[in-house]
Nanobody, 128 residues
């Protein structure tokens, strides 16, 4: 089993920035990717950004955040951050960190079905 903990949510005005962090612990040897998803009230959970943590460091972003958000792997191997700049009101959501393993079924890098381990989520509120 792996455990996932997010931190760094909060409230900010439109145009501002926030940084989220995600730390994985437990059985992390088989982690393939770490990703951020978000879920706004009344909407489905959607993929935001993903990073391959096996040394390749490749990233993929949703079109809605491309150029504004940056996902990165921190010096601690199983920790990633999401830097969110130029925030908009429509970015308001609960943000979840998730892990995909090599043993799991791959539906796509930003497909929630790919991810087995999830954090509890952290609220991000952007006021206009």
């Amino acid at each position: 089993q792996a455990q996932v903990v997010e931190s760094g949510g909060g409230s900010v005005q439109a145009g501002g920035s926030l940084r989220l962090s995600c730390a994985a612990s437990g059985y992390t040897a088989s982690i393939k990717t770490m990703a951020w998803f978000r879920q706004a009230p009344g909407k489905e959970r959607e993929g935001v950004a993903v990073i391959w943590t096996d040394g390749g460091g490749g990233t993929v972003y949703a079109d809605s955040v491309q150029g504004r958000f940056t996902i990165s792997q921190d010096s601690a191997k199983n920790t990633v951050s999401l830097q969110m700049n130029s925030l908009k009101a429509e970015d308001t959501a609960i943000y979840y960190c998730a892990l995909a393993t090599y043993a799991g079924i791959w539906f796509g890098s930003l497909d929630r079905r790919t991810y087995r381990y999830w954090g509890q989520g952290t609220q991000v509120t952007v006021s206009s």
